[in-house]
């Protein structure tokens, strides 16, 4: 299946934290397709630290959760400890790996509704970090 992801980073070195997070999600799969990066400014808080986000599709031969389980590896590995606060509301983050999307094997868009992962993300049409990168991937895997 083709996944998409979105990283977003908006403390410390964002371009390595971004370098860091693409090279782990490419190490695993086959087909790493990355996007221009674009900055945003945080979504849903107030912080003075502008997010660095990019959009990377990647064909890997695992599950959605076991995908879900390995990414929250990766950002745990990477040293982003959360992007909540104690409230649940959001805060600054060294790394967030989204799935955007997933793509099965034929190219349908694969949709899943479950407490912990909805696919396509519930915000992927209206937050323009998300979509513009989603549509720059799906140009470059459908050629």
Request: glycine share 8%; aromatic share 8%; with cysteine.
């Amino acid at each position: 299946m083709r996944y998409y992801f979105n990283i977003g980073t908006n403390l410390g070195c964002r371009h390595q934290n971004v370098g860091r997070a693409i090279a782990a999600l490419c190490a695993r799969g086959t087909r790493c397709r990355v996007s221009d990066e674009m900055e945003s400014e945080p979504w849903g808080f107030q912080s003075s630290n502008r997010f660095l986000n990019v959009g990377v599709a990647v064909d890997l031969d695992l599950s959605p959760q076991e995908v879900l389980d390995w990414v929250h590896g990766i950002e745990l590995r990477l040293g982003s400890a959360g992007h909540r606060d104690e409230n649940g509301g959001y805060i600054d983050r060294l790394v967030d790996i989204d799935i955007m999307a997933i793509d099965d094997n034929q190219g349908r868009v694969v949709t899943i509704d479950m407490p912990n992962l909805q696919v396509p993300h519930r915000h992927l049409y209206d937050r323009p970090f998300f979509i513009i990168p989603y549509r720059q991937l799906k140009e470059m895997t459908e050629k």
